[in-house]
Structure formats: C-alpha cells, structure tokens
Antibody, heavy 124, light 109 residues
Framework: EVQLVESGGGLVQPGGSLRLSCVAS????????MAWVRQAPGKRLEWVAN????????YYVDSLKGRFIISRDNAENSLFLQMNSLRAGDTAIYYC?????????????????WGQGSLVTVSS | SYELTQPPSVSVSPGQTARITCSGD??????VHWYQQKSGQAPTLVIY???KRPSGIPERFSGSSSGTMATLTIRGAQAEDEADYFC????????????FGGGTKLTVL
C-alpha cells in the first residue's frame, strides 16, 4: 500500500523558515517524480513544486521561486520542502503527492497518491 | 499558463445524476484529472486522463472531455459523495506546472 506521511509543520513567525518532510513507503520511491501541493484555509488547491526521480530537476510555481526549495533523498525514501522568508500568505496545509506520468517526458501527469498533509501557520 | 473554471456548487437529490464541469482553453490538448476532497481530508483521485477510473472508485463516477470542457459525472449520487471536487491539468509551456480548478462543492440532499 502506498503511504506518504508528512511532518515538520507548525507555527512560525513571518520571515522565518521551516522544513517539511514526507516519508514514502509501499512503492519504489526513486522511480517516481514527486510534488508538493498546498491549500490555504477555504481556498483552492495550489501546485507548489515538482522534482524528478533523481532530484536533478526541480520546477516551482512562479510566485514561490527563490523562497522554497524542493529536494529528495532516495536512500531514505524522503521528500523535502525548505520554506524560507515565510509570509502570512503561506499559511496552508502542505501535501506531498506522488506523480504518475501520462507521457514519457512527464509534461502530462497527475497526482495519484497524497499524504494527509502538514499544517503550516505563519503568524506573529 | 491558463485557468480551469468550475461552478462553485452543484446540488442534487440522492439517486440523481450530478454533473460537474471544468473549462479551460488548453483542454483540447491536455488531459483532465478529477479529485474528491471530503471535509478535513486529503484529496483522492477519482478520474484520471479524462475518463479512466482508478481501482476502488465506484462505477458511478465517470469522466469525459470535449473541446474546452471536461465533465465529471456521478450517476446515482449518494450522500457519501458529498464533497469538494477539483479538476486538474498541466501547463502547455513545458514547465511542469500543475493547474487546479477552483473546486465545486457537491451537495447531495
């Protein structure tokens, strides 16, 4: 059974940093692209970032480029999101998700398994 | 990038057919995928690649796509289907960006 378990969320002051982790099990982690998605309270889901199987390619939503960094450790079956210079608008539940590629290039893909999410609250 | 537009809400009586639409300019050349999100829970994939159903998803869930509009259909909607539904696709610029619709609240009562 595929399982994704996030951790590392919590309350942080504006301008602070936080590192989220996601531990995967039930599949060959290093064979899949992975993603982070967030959802602010009462808002739509928002794609945050993707990373390829080996970690050599990362892609971000334009509004977060330079502040957030996605990475992975395939030996530890783990995905990470380093979040810096946090703002009140970053308050959200952050989900890690497994990507299933619909095309060889993975330009077409969907998120077939999701974790339960980790709440990040940015407030003074 | 482009946007995916969904109606904010759809209401049906139990046993009726619910149809939730998702429109976007790039849909003629992109797959659409659908997620169900019940209150306080993570999203669950219910339809992928326009019209495929993952294992474990009831047969009453189906999807279709034509032109700039995709539709999620729930035939014989049940009380347990009450949830938010989001459509999802990917950008056309090769940047791997994911795009979600605004979500539709399905009420079954």
């Amino acid at each position: 059974e595929v399982q994704l378990v996030e951790s590392g969320g919590g309350l942080v002051q504006p301008g602070g940093s936080l590192r989220l982790s996601c531990v995967a099990s039930g599949f060959t982690f290093g064979s899949y692209w992975m993603a982070w998605v967030r959802q602010a309270p009462g808002k739509r889901l928002e794609w945050v970032a993707n990373i390829n199987q080996g970690g050599s390619e990362q892609y971000y939503v334009d509004s977060l480029k330079g502040r957030f960094i996605i990475s992975r450790d395939n030996a530890e079956n783990s995905l990470f999101l380093q979040m810096n210079s946090l703002r009140a608008g970053d308050t959200a539940i952050y989900y890690c998700a497994r990507i299933y590629c619909s095309s060889p290039s993975c330009y077409d893909y969907y998120l077939d398994h999701w974790g339960q999410g980790s709440l990040v609250t940015v407030s003074s | 990038s482009y946007e995916l537009t969904q109606p904010p809400s759809v209401s049906v009586s139990p046993g009726q057919t619910a149809r939730i639409t998702c429109s976007g300019d790039a849909l003629p050349k992109k797959y659409v995928h659908w997620y169900q999100q019940k209150s306080g829970q993570a999203p669950t994939l219910v339809i992928y690649e326009d019209n495929k159903r993952p294992s474990g998803i009831p047969e009453r869930f189906s999807g279709s796509s034509s032109g700039t509009m995709a539709t999620l259909t729930i035939r014989g909607a049940q009380a347990e289907d009450e949830a938010d539904y989001f459509c999802y696709s990917t950008d056309t610029s090769g940047k791997y960006e994911g795009i979600f619709g605004g979500g539709t609240k399905l009420t079954v009562l």
